[in-house]
């Protein structure tokens, strides 16, 4: 589905924008609050499930996807596959004794700067999954690329 193309594009979009402003912070947000344990000073801005660090550049989102997790793994494959994502990577893994889909990959934003990024997917409910994204510049990536996986472990609605 384009949906989901179009929500990474305006999360590495907004990636970029969010550092580029001072003092304005522009961040989707998710309906539902999502509880995750992670390192959150690593991130220091905080927005609803949204968590941002400036210096070094890194965002990490959740949020609920109001779809079955084989529904959901089904569109993540057949987007990311035909999207702007390069070096795309996707697969099932266990993570903490969960069943979690991913999908990796990087992409250029608009400054130039090479961005990683991690999409996980858990099931939430028989209809929905929750998904964290994890994005970083590439030169972060030894102190970002737990995080992720930490989150979507930890991940449950509250």
Do not use: R
């Amino acid at each position: 589905m384009k949906k989901l193309q179009l929500l990474v594009v305006l999360l590495v979009a907004n990636f970029s924008l969010v550092f580029a402003q001072d003092g304005e912070e522009d961040f989707m947000e998710s309906s539902v609050e999502i509880s995750m344990d992670f390192n959150k000073s690593l991130y220091p801005v905080a927005f609803g499930n949204t968590y941002a660090s400036e210096s070094p550049k890194a965002a990490l989102f959740a949020s609920v996807n109001p779809q079955s997790f084989e529904a959901a793994i089904s569109e993540f494959e057949k987007d990311f596959t035909a999207g702007e994502l390069k070096n795309v990577k996707s697969g099932t893994t266990d993570i903490k004794g969960q069943k979690v889909f991913y999908v990796t990959g990087n992409m250029t934003d608009e400054t130039g700067v090479l961005v990683l990024l991690e999409i996980l997917l858990k099931p939430a409910t028989k209809d929905s999954c929750i998904v964290v994204m994890s994005m970083y510049e590439s030169e972060s990536k030894k102190t970002f690329e737990q995080e992720g996986k930490k989150a979507i472990a930890s991940a449950k609605i509250i």
